[in-house]
């Protein structure tokens, strides 16, 4: 961690010290950082505009012309895949007079077509055609700058199935970004990764950071988890840094899940060690969450919707083709079970923490010194990049 200088925010929170963890009563983020519109907005423009953010998965648009719609903290963003195949993003708006120009998954073969007043865009952006623009059956009139009215580009990058984007334009290259990330986890070979078809896609009454913080601290195992605690306790768990920028945690005693005396395939080329017991878990930020297990890799996306709402989505990945099989369909959906009812067991929590931020006396709360500094980090991130 930092020195323990501090620096002073303004607005909606208080000054945020940068403490040694020792200091466990220092209390984080107010309540209005929760609450607060005004604070959501502010993210919008800062943590979720100039760092890069997961939107969706290269396999959810596999085909060329294909188009998916998707959100970053409730801007409309769509992910395009061009006659050659290559991965676009653009805002989600018809140049013309800002209508959301994709509302559902398709395929549109060469074009994307504004349904309002049929101006058109090729799938690079650029526009095509703008009928009766000028005056019936006048496409164009003298000055107007068809070039200048294209689509507005966002720029988009991908790591191994996840699309990011970075709105502000600048952010470091995504490789350097989640360098930290692929470099704990070198010893995975991700190329033999399968998309199970089957995920959870739910929204929660509260605010994204609950969902994130939650995900990044195993204190509340013992008491929320009684079923998961009992194989994997939380004495078990250990956190690491991962950058300067994410968080990490993870488990010793992982257990594969069994049935018949059988389970699934693991990682080649791993120690026994690590293929037997150890699973990761990294809170790339802002918003992603991504765990890596033995036998599969999990990725979970926490999107604000509004102050006290969330969209949240994990998606699930096998390893190899023969994890993929008909006969093997039971085990997988052993993780995908319990993911989805420990996640409905945190959503009770973090919606019941959602409700507590509108208590006046809620201030900040404090952490503990050892188990959750990974929640310290996120917080600390999140103020640094609101108030600048």
């Known amino acids: 961690m930092e020195g323990p200088e501090t620096y002073r925010t303004t607005g909606l929170h208080r000054e945020l010290p940068i403490i040694n963890l020792e200091d466990y009563q220092y209390p984080g983020l107010s309540a209005d950082a929760y609450t607060s519109t005004d604070y959501l907005k502010r993210e919008r423009a800062t943590v979720f505009s100039q760092y890069w953010v997961c939107v969706g998965l290269a396999s959810d648009l596999p085909n060329p012309g294909d188009v998916y719609p998707t959100e970053v903290a409730d801007m409309p963003i769509v992910l395009v895949r061009d006659r050659v195949g290559t991965l676009r993003a653009f805002h989600n708006i018809c140049s013309h007079r800002g209508l959301q120009l994709v509302n559902k998954s398709c395929n549109v073969q060469g074009n994307l077509r504004c349904p309002y007043h049929s101006w058109t865009y090729k799938l690079d952006g650029s526009l095509k055609s703008t009928p009766h ?37 600048d952010a470091p290259p995504l490789e350097q970004y989640l360098a930290p990330v692929t470099e704990r986890w070198s010893t995975y070979d991700f190329s033999q990764l399968r998309r199970e078809l089957r995920e959870v896609s739910l929204q929660c009454n509260a605010n994204w950071k609950l969902a994130v913080e939650n995900f990044s601290e195993s204190y509340h195992l013992s008491w929320v988890h009684p079923a998961l605690n009992s194989c994997s306790r939380m004495e078990d768990h250990f956190g690491f840094e991962v950058g300067g920028m994410h968080v990490g945690q993870g488990s010793l005693l992982y257990k594969s899940g069994v049935i018949d005396g059988r389970s699934l395939p693991t990682f080649p080329n791993l120690d026994t060690y690590h293929k037997a017991t150890v699973a990761e878990y990294i809170t790339v930020f802002p918003n992603l969450m991504v765990g890596v297990h033995p036998d599969y890799f999990l990725v979970f996306t926490a999107n604000p919707i509004s102050p006290g709402k969330t969209q949240e989505r994990m998606t699930f990945y096998f390893v190899g083709d023969e994890a993929m099989t008909p006969e093997n369909e039971a085990l997988r959906h052993l993780p995908i079970d319990l993911w989805k009812d420990t996640n409905d ?24 010194p050892e188990l959750e500094k990974t929640v310290y980090r996120f917080q600390q991130m999140v103020a640094k990049a609101v108030e600048g």
């Open 133 to 169: 623009f000028g005056g019936y059956h006048k496409d164009t009139y003298a000055g107007f700058d068809r070039d200048s009215r294209g689509l507005s580009a966002i720029r988009c990058d991908q790591w191994l199935d996840l699309v990011f984007v970075n709105l502000s334009g």
């Open 345 to 368: 067991e945190d959503i009770d929590m973090i919606e019941r923490m959602q409700v507590g931020r509108k208590s006046p006396h809620f201030d900040g709360g404090c952490f503990s």
